[in-house]
């Protein structure tokens, strides 16, 4: 176990901290996600909603070796992330609804059938071929393919809005930032949204056997934690100005937009989800877990 956790901290540039934090956090969260599989012998699927920045990744890949390694239980960790629409798919959207759905990220920009599908298959233990999505080129990895077979114990998903709930009609009238106000003045783009929420997702959501969310103190921080993100992402992808030609990585300008895309139903998250999900982590500006609930929804 203590090489695997290295190994773990390692990969994901993690100070040694983090050991005790995971142990007093996340390891009673594990330990009952793996006995709940040894009890029903049911694929345990775990959801963790999480805003941009916030951990959710590290958090579902930690799940995964922490029960893998103390219970022997084969597991995987997928992104909702993964799921999003091609870049042809989102560009068609685009050219039939809003322009603002070339953009990846929001509900209506996935490929729930896939993800639903995805989750079935493994949980099956049926030969099963893994979709990735790489950011950098704003689309899904084609030449690298991933399979999984056999028995899947505990599947792990984690997405931004991953247990998000629609708004009413009338909370769409109003923009909630200047983006919305600008390029979605009539709301075409926001009701089309909310109707995917509505319709499309909640049988991804359904299938969770418990969720977790690490919730955000507000908005403000889930900016200047995804501006974090684009640095480490342009860090481990080592490019020079040159090699950034081509490649989607963007400014913090093009990062401020890319996130009032996400504002609505973040801070709609941040505000109904803590009542509804099985473990709440509360964090801070600085990431840090102030304050631990687990709640039986």
């Known amino acids: 176990m203590k090489v695997a956790f290295q190994q773990f901290l390692d990969s994901n540039k993690l100070p040694q901290s983090y050991i005790e934090i995971?142990?007093?956090?996340?390891?009673?969260i594990a330990s009952e996600i793996a006995n709940n599989f040894l009890r029903t012998e049911i694929t345990q699927v775990i959801g963790i909603n999480g805003s941009q920045g916030s951990g959710k990744s590290t958090l579902a890949d930690y799940l995964c070796m922490s029960i893998k390694q103390n219970f022997e239980i084969r597991t995987i960790s997928l992104s909702l992330d993964d799921f999003y629409l091609t870049k042809e798919e989102r560009n068609q959207l685009a050219k039939n609804i809003h322009p603002l759905l070339a953009q990846r990220g929001v509900p209506g920009t996935h490929d729930i059938e896939l993800a639903v599908n995805t989750i079935k298959s493994l949980a099956s233990g049926i030969k099963t071929k893994i979709t990735r999505f790489d950011k950098s080129i704003d689309d899904r990895i084609s030449n690298q393919v991933e399979m999984s077979e056999g028995e899947i114990g505990v599947i792990v998903i984690e997405g931004w809005c991953f247990g998000a709930e629609p708004q009413f009609e009338n909370q769409l009238i109003t923009p909630v930032n200047e983006l919305e106000r600008l390029k979605d003045p009539d709301g075409t783009c926001r009701r089309y949204i909310n109707n995917a929420l509505a319709t499309s997702y909640p049988k991804l959501f359904k299938m969770a056997h418990s969720t977790i969310m690490?919730?955000?103190?507000?908005?403000?921080?889930v900016f200047e934690w995804r501006l974090e993100q684009e640095e480490k992402l342009i860090e481990k992808l080592k490019l020079t100005q040159d090699r950034l030609v081509g490649m989607n990585v963007m400014s913090k300008e093009e990062i401020f937009e890319f996130v009032q895309s996400f504002q609505r139903i973040t801070e709609t998250c941040i505000?109904?989800?803590?009542a509804k999900v099985n473990h709440?982590?509360?964090?801070?500006?600085?990431?840090e877990i102030i304050e631990y609930r687990t709640l039986n929804p």
Do not use: G, T, V
């Not at 995971?22 to 009673?28: E, G, L, N, T, V």
């Not at 505000?271 to 803590?274: F, L, T, V």
């Not at 709440?280 to 990431?287: E, H, K, S, W």
């Open 214 to 221: 690490l919730r955000a103190p507000d908005f403000d921080s």
């Open 271 to 274: 505000e109904r989800m803590p």
């Open 280 to 287: 709440l982590l509360q964090l801070d500006p600085q990431r």
């Open 22 to 28: 995971a142990k007093r956090y996340f390891d009673p």
